[in-house]
Nanobody, 121 residues
Framework: VQLVQSGAELRNPGTSVKVSCKAS????????IDWVRQAPGQGLEWMGR????????YYADSVKGRFTISRDNAKTTVYLQMNSLKPEDTAIYYC???????????????WSQGTHVTVSS
C-alpha cells in the first residue's frame, strides 16, 4: 500500500487549497481514507473521511462546512479541499487508509508522507 500526497502549499488567510492523495497497491474502494492533521506542537487531529466505494463523507465539527473531501476512482485519488483558510489551519496534513471504523489516528493503517500547509499573510 502506498499513499502519495501533493507538495507543500503556502496560502494567505481566506484563500483555498486542494491537497491530493494518490493511493496504490490495493483495491481503492476497499478501505476508507481518512484525513488527519498535526499543527505545530500539537497532536494528531482527525479531519474527515471518505468511503471511496460510494463517496460518502464524514467530517469533524471543527472543519465541517469549510473542508470537503472527494475522490476520483479512475485516478485512485482522494482530495481535500480547504476553503476560507485560517492561520490555525497551518499543519501537516496526512491521508491514511482505515480498515475499521475508528476515528482514532492510532487505529489507521497506512499513512502518506504528509503535506505541509502554511496559512500566513
Amino acid at each position: 500500500v502506498q499513499l502519495v500526497q501533493s507538495g507543500a502549499e503556502l496560502r494567505n488567510p481566506g484563500t483555498s487549497v486542494k491537497v491530493s492523495c494518490k493511493a496504490s497497491g490495493y483495491s481503492f474502494i476497499s478501505y476508507y481514507i481518512d484525513w488527519v492533521r498535526q499543527a505545530p506542537g500539537q497532536g494528531l487531529e482527525w479531519m474527515g473521511r471518505i468511503d471511496p466505494e460510494d463517496g460518502s463523507t464524514y467530517y469533524a465539527d471543527s472543519v465541517k462546512g469549510r473542508f470537503t473531501i472527494s475522490r476520483d476512482n479512475a485516478k485512485t485519488t482522494v482530495y481535500l479541499q480547504m476553503n476560507s483558510l485560517k492561520p490555525e489551519d497551518t499543519a501537516i496534513y496526512y491521508c491514511a487508509t482505515n480498515t475499521g471504523s475508528s476515528y482514532r489516528p492510532e487505529h489507521m493503517d497506512f499513512w502518506s508522507q504528509g503535506t505541509h500547509v502554511t496559512v500566513s499573510s
